[in-house]
């Protein structure tokens, strides 16, 4: 079903010039609302046959982005709690470019990378990915600033005692603006470890 469905999507994607990301197979953890902690272990990977299905399936359609699911999860997790195993995407490349010749090779998707270890996000690239998502991570450190400036500005966000406050800390732009600037620190980070830093889709700038 999830296959019928995007090649129906690429089909109308493809004609009006834009990429699909597809994902097939389980991501664990849990994300809006969606908890996948009761699935079957072997759904959080995807397996070799199922890269060459889904190359299969949508090559011929058009560009399509794929996350292969290797043990990532959504959501806050501490150090080691989540096992990943990115050999999964080289045995998946593998088997694609066997059947269907080197130029085959397709660009993957790291989904629920918040939290991982710079050598797992490195190993990855070695298979494939080309974009990572880091939605929780980017979620804190938006959010961290934020909270620290309403806690050390705590009597001038809040009229305490009949006072009045202070304007300057309450104006949303006072403290959104720090929330931005964190997660530009965070990006600045992400880029480097997916070694993009001075890169774009046009070439290095």
Known sequence: ENLKISKDLLKECSELGI??????GVVGGEE????T???????????????VAVYEALQPIGRFLFAATFGNVHGAYKP???????TILRDGQKAVTEKHGAAAEMDLVFHG??????????????????????DTDTQYAFTRP??????????GVLKIDGEVGDKKTYDPRSYLKKGELGLCERMKV???????TGKTIFGTV
Not at 19 to 24: G, M, R, T, Y
Not at 121 to 129: H, W
Not at 190 to 196: E, I, T, V
């Open 32 to 35: 809006d609302g969606h908890d």
């Open 113 to 134: 990378g918040s939290g991982s270890e710079l050598s797992e996000i490195r190993e990855t690239l070695e298979y494939g990915v080309v974009k990572m998502n880091i």
């Open 190 to 196: 992400a880029c480097s470890d997916l070694l993009s």
């Open 19 to 24: 990429i699909l990301e597809v994902e097939a």
């Open 146 to 155: 934020i909270v620290t400036h309403i806690c050390q500005n705590i009597e």
């Open 37 to 51: 902690s009761g699935v079957a272990n072997e759904k959080l990977y995807t397996t070799p046959e199922d890269m």
């Open 80 to 86: 080691g709690a989540v096992k990943l195993k990115p």
